[in-house]
Each structure stands twice: as structure tokens, then as C-alpha cells.
């Protein structure tokens, strides 16, 4: 038997599409085996979000190489896509596969290892989901972003803002609830940009898939702050399987900098949806915030008032990112460009903040009625999930509890 490995780097979407390969290349017959293990053939998703990530894909291909060099290495997305040219030339690599080229990665890989070929139309949009986990599913709804912010490869990469249909999320959504999956996030690149190539609307898909059954609970990976409507925010808190969870963008707290990066919002307009979501939800509910620190132009000044804007609207969490120059995006020529060791420092600044807010947040549910998905691992005699408002909670492992939604006091 043909046996094969895959390798992901990079965000959730990768996932979603590694997990869909796989299921491919698994009801054709092929092993799949852990990556350690020796394998025929090797499938590595790239990423290339930062210069780092373009560099750890390079390094994984030529590392199994070396260790396997019989083996076929078989690579995919935004590396794929952006330094193609590059890629093809590293020893090992006998297929490369760009972003609008997904859905031809595994009929074409099975007629090159002498499997019946099989033709595939390419879809605008590769419908993909993630599985072998059994509590949550990361649902892909969305590819691709029109936006072209300023320092970000990513619609270079993935392309236009495209969707896929309702009916076929929803058909997804089903076969996920088949396996007995409880939680499904919804991701893409610009999510919350849902319905521009089917005219269909992201609250339209939200209902859609919150009669689903069997799915009891839903989150939003990431969505852009002036895409996640009154109405949607509404319609959630009028009693949906959608939890008061939402992962949000800022990228900067300074308006000179957002205006530089041609965001689509002002830090008014932040804080102003993010204290509606908490006039219509209440205080429980969980804010994850993007940041990237060392954006060109960004001076200790400006770097001060995102420190002070991030106090002031309280996110639960903070991920924090230093930028990373990219060549071919406008930000990467921009003057003021922030040394590595300040970028490093400014990065640590928030990440402290971040553990403070976090626990302030935490502090503030303590009494509170929630409810908890359990994973079903289990970890030195304890088991976890998290609360609906993504407080992460442990407790003595009980096999019947796993994968089962709890109601607990915090
Ligand atoms: S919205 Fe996000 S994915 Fe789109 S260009 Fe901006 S940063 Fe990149």
C-alpha cells in the first residue's frame, strides 16, 4: 500500500484543506502515516504569511528530503503559489500546487502514481473541512480577499474574495455532524466578505447552518470589525448556536497607522462595536484581538497609543505579531521601518499585557453559569474544553464526559 504524510504549516484554512487531502487520498486507498514515520509520498501545505513562514517551508521540504530522498514531496499553497519558481527547483519536490489549483492536487497526484485518473473541473473555490478531531471541525466558507492592505501577501497568494454556496457549506456541516462532532468554526480568509461570488449574505449562511443537527455550537475564526454587522450581532444574541466568542483584527490602535495600512476602520469605530457587542451580549463575552507591532512608520508615540487603546477596550486576548516585510506589498518600501530588536521588545510589551488582560477577564466570569465542551484527551488524569465565551476549563478525566457539552459554574 502507497503510503503518504502530510505536513501543514500556517492558519486554520491550511488545516481544513490538509484534513481534506487526506480524506482523499485515504477513501483511494493510500496509508496515511504520521509524518516521523517513512513514507512514499509527502504532501506539505505552506504558508507564507511572513518572511519566517516562507522560510520554514523551504527548510521542512529540503529536511525530508534528507531523510527520505526516494520520496515524492508533493507541495502546496501560498508558498506554492508566491515562489513557485523557487520551490520546483528544491530536490525531492515532484508536484507544486498553487491556491487555484487545489482541487486538482489529489486526482492528479493518484494518476501519477499509476491510480485511475480522474478529471476534476477547478473549483473557484476548494470546499474543505478539518476531521480527526472529535470535538470541533474548522469549516472552510470562504477564500481569497479584495482588501490589499498595505504589509499583507495574502490576496497575492489566495486571490479574489470567493465563496461557496450555502447549500454546499451546509452539506459540509452535515457530513461534520455525521462524525459526531459537536462544535464547527467557520474560517476563510476574509470571512466575514462571505456571499461576493454566490450574492448570498454571511447572516443568510449563519441561519443556514445554525438549523444544522447534531452541530451544537459555532465560532467565527476571525472576522474584520466593519463586516460583523448590528444585525448579525443582533441575530446571534437573539438565541443561535453562535458563542459570544469573536476574534477581531486590529492590527494597530493608532489611526495614523491604520489609515497607512489602508485598514477599513478607525480606532473609533472599534471601540464602538466592540462596547455594542457588549451592550447586546453582556460583559462575558470573549474579544481575541489581532495585533502586529513594527509596522513601518509606527514610532514608540504611536506604539504608546496602541498599548493605550488595547487598555482601554480590554480584549481577553491579544495575538500579537511582528511584522514582517514583504517585497511586493506597498508597506515594505514605506520609510520608518522598525529595527528587529525594537520589534522584539514591542512584541513582549504586549504579550504582558495580553497575560493581564487575560486574567482579568477570567477573573470577571468567576460565578458565572456556563457551558463547557470537553475534549476527549486526556492529560495527566485531567480533561479540558472550553466555555462558550472561551474560558479554557480542566477537570478530573471522566471518559463519558468526553465530547459532551457540560453546564458548569465557573
Ligand atoms: S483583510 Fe486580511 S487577508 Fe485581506 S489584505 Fe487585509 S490583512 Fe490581508
Known amino acids: 500500500m502507497t503510503k503518504i504524510a502530510l505536513m501543514t504549516l500556517g492558519c486554520k484554512l491550511n488545516y481544513a484543506e490538509t484534513s481534506t487531502y487526506e480524506r482523499g487520498f485515504r477513501s483511494a486507498g493510500l496509508e496515511v502515516v504520521p509524518y516521523k514515520q517513512s513514507a512514499d509520498l509527502y504532501l506539505i501545505n505552506t504558508c507564507s504569511v511572513t518572511a519566517t513562514a516562507d522560510q520554514k517551508s523551504r527548510n521542512l521540504i529540503r529536511r525530508v528530503h534528507r531523510t527520505n530522498p526516494e520520496a515524492k514531496i508533493v507541495v502546496t499553497g501560498c508558498s506554492a503559489e508566491l ?102 468554526v467557520l474560517t476563510g480568509v476574509n470571512t466575514g466578505d462571505y456571499g461576493k461570488t454566490t450574492g448570498e449574505s454571511f447572516l443568510s449562511l449563519l441561519q443556514a447552518l445554525n438549523e444544522v443537527e447534531g452541530i451544537e455550537r459555532y465560532r467565527i475564526s476571525s472576522i474584520e470589525p466593519n463586516l460583523l454587522s448590528s444585525e448579525i450581532i443582533d441575530w446571534i444574541a437573539s438565541g443561535t448556536k453562535f458563542q459570544p466568542h469573536f476574534h477581531i483584527p486590529l492590527q494597530t490602535g493608532s489611526d495614523t497607522l491604520l489609515a497607512a495600512m489602508g485598514r477599513r476602520y478607525t480606532t473609533a469605530f472599534f471601540s464602538g462595536k466592540l462596547a455594542y457587542i457588549r451592550r447586546v451580549l453582556g460583559e462575558g463575552v470573549f474579544f481575541g484581538i489581532d495585533v502586529m507591532v513594527g509596522l513601518p512608520g509606527e514610532t514608540p508615540e504611536l506604539f504608546e497609543e496602541t498599548v493605550a487603546f488595547l487598555r482601554q477596550i480590554r480584549p481577553a486576548f491579544i495575538h500579537v505579531f511582528p511584522y514582517s516585510r514583504r517585497p511586493g506589498t506597498p508597506a515594505a518600501d514605506m520609510p520608518g521601518q522598525v529595527d528587529e530588536e525594537e520589534k522584539k521588545r514591542r512584541v513582549a510589551v504586549l504579550e504582558e499585557l495580553c497575560l493581564q488582560l487575560h486574567s482579568e477577564f477570567v477573573a470577571s466570569q468567576k460565578g458565572t453559569r456556563v457551558s463547557v465542551l470537553f475534549e476527549s484527551k486526556e492529560k495527566d488524569g485531567t480533561m479540558g474544553g472550553y466555555s462558550g465565551n472561551y474560558i479554557r476549563v480542566t477537570r478530573p478525566y471522566d471518559p463519558a464526559l468526553s465530547g459532551k457539552i457540560v453546564e458548569l459554574t465557573l
Open 83 to 184: 515562489r513557485r519558481a523557487e520551490i520546483e527547483k528544491i530536490e525531492g519536490v515532484w508536484k507544486v500546487f498553487g491556491c487555484k489549483e487545489k482541487a486538482q492536487v489529489v486526482p492528479d497526484c493518484l494518476a501519477g502514481l499509476g491510480f485511475p485518473a480522474e478529471t476534476v473541473t477547478a473549483d473557484a473555490v476548494f470546499g474543505a473541512y478539518s476531521s480527526g478531531e472529535r470535538t470541533r471541525s474548522f469549516l472552510k466558507v470562504q477564500d481569497g480577499c479584495d482588501n490589499y492592505c498595505n504589509y499583507c501577501t495574502v490576496p497575492y497568494a489566495r486571490g479574489g474574495s470567493r465563496n461557496l454556496p450555502i447549500c454546499e457549506c451546509v452539506r459540509m456541516a452535515r457530513e461534520i455532524a455525521a462524525q459526531g462532532v459537536k462544535e464547527i
